[in-house]
């Protein structure tokens, strides 16, 4: 008994003195809190504040009777979603899009930083880096437009092909074309914006150790695997976890500006599927509980990636 009251003890000084520490330090940088004050505002507002909305998922939900007014049917939505006919469908162009982006789309912009990183001639690097950004400034609108235009059948793409002998077809038109489309576009969008994250941790790499390796008579290659890769691991682990955590969240923004009804077997994602559902069929009770689902999966494979890199690594979000 000695010993728990001993334990208490110790927990409730140890609090008092953490609360003592935050109040001396809101006092001491009390202008830092101040400038900190509107993100929070903005989070707590925008973010968390209409979280409460998302119980309209266990309700018939009436824009006339309002959220508290319309009639409570607990896991009917989610039931209705779990057995129909699109679940399977949606659930596996989620999942396949997003790990071919993760398998494909992940690494392009450690390469290029890892390539770049290598290159001593400045101007070149800075050309490169230039061209590689500007594809993630574009508007999406025109991204896609680009995309259609190039894979239409008088496209860029189609032309190189008829060239060599090939015959002309529409991409967007072929279910099979449309993930290749849509993950090697994304690569294209954003491999540039990507690198920026790698060559700012590329530079905290002590360069001691680059010059302890050349004098042990390691080459490029050698210090790129022993030095370079091992130096900006932490920041790879950190962003595959965050990817990891969002495997789910296909952006249906260029999903919707890209498919039709003839992809629909392969394009069409939980995101597009609550778009179509809660904006064009006005079902919003049902869109929610997917999106809902869609939301707690994403959550448990957050928790999931960075419990497992925790174990392995030692290297974790928390």
């Known amino acids: ?45 925008f973010h968390y504040a209409p979280m409460y909305g998302a119980i309209i998922a266990f309700k018939d939900f009436s824009p006339r009777l309002g959220i508290w007014g319309s009639d ?41 930083a890892l390539l770049l990183n290598e290159v001593k001639h400045s101007i070149f690097k800075r050309t ?33 092909i008829a060239w060599m002998g090939g015959e002309r077809f529409t991409f967007l038109l072929e279910p099979e074309m449309f ?55 932490p920041t790879i682990v950190i962003l595959l976890i965050l990817e990891i955590g969002r495997m789910m969240n296909v952006g249906f923004e260029k999903i919707i500006l890209l498919y039709n009804p003839s992809t629909y077997e392969t394009a069409d994602v939980v995101s597009s599927y609550v778009y179509r559902v809660g904006l064009q069929d006005f079902n919003y009770s049902f869109s929610s509980a997917v999106g809902l689902f869609n939301s707690a999966v994403n959550f448990t494979l957050l928790i999931f990636s960075n419990w497992l890199s925790r174990k392995l690594n030692d290297t974790s979000l928390w």
């Not at 001993?6 to 400038?35: C, H, P």
Request: charged share 15%; proline share 4%.
């Open 1 to 45: 008994m000695t010993a728990i009251n001993q334990e208490a003890a110790s927990v409730f000084v140890e609090k008092k003195r953490t609360k003592a520490g935050l109040l001396l330090d809101i006092r001491k940088n009390k202008l830092l809190y101040v400038m900190l004050l509107p993100v929070l505002l903005y989070y707590v507002i």
């Open 72 to 112: 409570w049917v607990g896991f009917d939505n989610f039931r209705t979603f779990f057995t129909g006919a699109y679940f399977w469908r949606t659930i596996k162009n989620t999942i396949l899009i997003s790990f071919y982006e993760l398998i494909f789309g992940f690494p392009a912009p450690i390469i290029l």
């Open 128 to 160: 490169v880096q230039t061209v590689t950004y500007m594809p993630h400034f574009i508007s999406l609108v025109v991204i896609c437009g680009i995309i259609k235009d190039f894979t239409s059948s008088n496209g860029v793409i189609n032309d190189l």
């Open 179 to 233: 993930r290749p489309v849509y993950v090697t576009s994304g690569i294209w969008q954003n491999i540039g914006w990507g690198t920026i994250i790698y060559l700012a941790a590329l530079t905290g790499i002590d360069p001691e150790q680059y010059e302890a390796a050349r004098i042990d008579g390691a080459g490029r290659w050698k210090q790129m695997i022993h030095i370079t890769i091992p130096g900006i691991m």
